[in-house]
Nanobody
Framework: QVQLVESGGGLVQPGGSLRLSCAAS????????MGWYRQAPGKERELVAV???????NYADSVKGRFTISGDNGKNTVYLQMNSLKPEDTAVYYC?????????????WGQGTQVTVSS
């Protein structure tokens, strides 16, 4: 079992910045990838950014150039630096991880953290 604890959400004005953090804890797991998804009211959950264990990254087109995902393998932690925030970035942001435990793959989700971009 893997637990994900997120932090860093909040209210920010358009053009501002926020940094989200997500720490994975548990035992006996190896991380394949960690990432962030978001879900706005009335919309489906969508990928924001993901980072593989080797450092490869992938971003949604809507956040490229504004958001940066990074990871600390030693701490099993992933960060999402969000700059130049727009009202349309308002959503609940969920941390996600895919891991291997005893040769089986599992996927886990965090509880979500609210990001609101508004003046």
């Amino acid at each position: 079992q893997v637990q994900l604890v997120e932090s860093g959400g909040g209210l920010v004005q358009p053009g501002g910045s926020l940094r989200l953090s997500c720490a994975a804890s548990g035992s006996g797991f190896s991380i394949i990838a960690m990432g962030w998804y978001r879900q706005a009211p009335g919309k489906e959950r969508e990928l924001v950014a993901v980072i593989g264990s080797g450092g490869s990254t992938n971003y949604a087109d809507s956040v490229k150039g504004r958001f940066t995902i990074s990871g600390d393998n030693g701490k099993n932690t992933v960060y999402l630096q969000m700059n130049s925030l727009k009202p349309e970035d308002t959503a609940v942001y969920y941390c996600n991880t895919r891991v291997v435990i005893n040769k089986y793959r599992y996927e886990y989700w965090g509880q979500g953290t609210q990001v609101t971009v508004s003046s």
